[in-house]
C-alpha cells in the first residue's frame, strides 16, 4: 500500500509554489515527516487528505486518485486526517462526535455507533464516552480523533503535529497508540520532536520546500552524521541540522 505525489504542484498564492513538480512515494506503515517551519508539511498533508486539490500532478492511495471523482469516495473513507487541532463539536458526547466521524465517511447511523465503542476502547478513552466533547484535553481530544479515524477502519491516518502541545507523558500515550495500530494502519506523521523517532517510527522522511531532503529508514537517517555512539535523541537532532543547515 503505498502513498504517491506524482509531479504534484501547489500554491497558495501564484507567485510562490508550495510544491512544484513534486514527487514522493511512501509505503512504510510508520513514516514521519520532518521539516522546518514553512518547509510545506501541513501542505502535504493536506493534500494526501485531499483537504486541498494539486494544481498539477497526482496524489493517489492503492490506485484511488481523490481528483478522480469515481475515487473520491472511497479515498475519502480509506484515508483519514487528524488536523493539528482536534475541534470539539458542541452538544456532542465524546461517542457521538466520534460515530459522526464514521458517518461523515458514508457509514450508517447503525454502523457508525456500533463502531465508535471499539474505536473508543482502543485509544482508551471509553471511560470518557458520554462527556461532553468540549470537555476533553488536549491530549484526550486527540485521542478522539484517532478513534474518529479508527471508526471507519480507515487504512491510511495522516497526522499534522499530533503530539504538539502535549506533556511528556500524554506524548508517550499517544506514540504508544500509534505503534499498536500499525501494520495493520499506515501513519504518515508530521512533527518538530526528533527524540524517540525509533520508538514509532521506521521511516523518515524530511521535507523542505518541495525537495526530499532525505528519504530512508530511521536507523539510516539516525546514522547520517556518523554519531553512533551518542544517544538516539542527539543522533537524530545531528541528523536533522546535518539536513537543514538554514534553521540551526
Ligand atoms: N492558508 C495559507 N495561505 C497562504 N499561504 C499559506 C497558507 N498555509 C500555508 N501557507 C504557506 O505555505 C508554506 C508551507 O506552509 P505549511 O504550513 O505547509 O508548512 P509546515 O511545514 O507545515 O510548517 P510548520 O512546521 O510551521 O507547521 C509556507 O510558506 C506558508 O506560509
Keep these: ?43 502535504l498533508l493536506a493534500l494526501a487528505a485531499s483537504q486541498l486539490a494539486p494544481k498539477a500532478g497526482r496524489v493517489s492511495w492503492k490506485r484511488l486518485s481523490p481528483s478522480r471523482g469515481r475515487d473520491r469516495t472511497p479515498y475519502r473513507r480509506a484515508v483519514a486526517w487528524l488536523p493539528q487541532s482536534v475541534t470539539a463539536m458542541p452538544g456532542l458526547t465524546v461517542r457521538e462526535q466520534v460515530a459522526y466521524a464514521g458517518w461523515l465517511k458514508g457509514m450508517s447511523r447503525t454502523d457508525a455507533w456500533d463502531a465508535s465503542r471499539e474505536a473508543l476502547k482502543r485509544v482508551n478513552l471509553s471511560e470518557l464516552a458520554d462527556r461532553r466533547s468540549h470537555q476533553l484535553s488536549g491530549g484526550q481530544a486527540r485521542r478522539m480523533g484517532l478513534a474518529g479515524a479508527l471508526t471507519h477502519e480507515s487504512e491510511l491516518i495522516l497526522m499534522d503535529e499530533p503530539t504538539a502541545g502535549l506533556d511528556p507523558t500524554q506524548r508517550k500515550v499517544f506514540r504508544n497508540l500509534l505503534a499498536q495500530l500499525v501494520p495493520e494502519v499506515h501513519v504518515l506523521v508530521s512533527t518538530h520532536q526528533t527524540e ?53
Design 1 to 43: 500500500m503505498t502513498l504517491h505525489f506524482d509531479g504534484v504542484a501547489f500554491w497558495y498564492n501564484r507567485k510562490t509554489a508550495v510544491l512544484s513538480d513534486f514527487n514522493l512515494s511512501v509505503s512504510d506503515p510508520a513514516t514521519v515527516l520532518l521539516g522546518p517551519n514553512g518547509a510545506g508539511k501541513s501542505t
Design 196 to 248: 524517540d523517532l525509533a520508538d514509532t517510527y521506521s521511516h523518515v522522511v524530511v521535507l523542505d520546500r518541495s525537495a526530499v531532503l532525505f528519504q530512508g529508514s530511521t536507523r539510516d537517517f539516525h546514522g547520517l552524521t556518523g554519531t553512533g555512539h551518542l544517544g538516539l535523541r542527539e543522533q537524530a537532532e545531528a541528523a536533522y541540522a546535518s539536513l537543514v543547515q538554514r534553521e540551526v
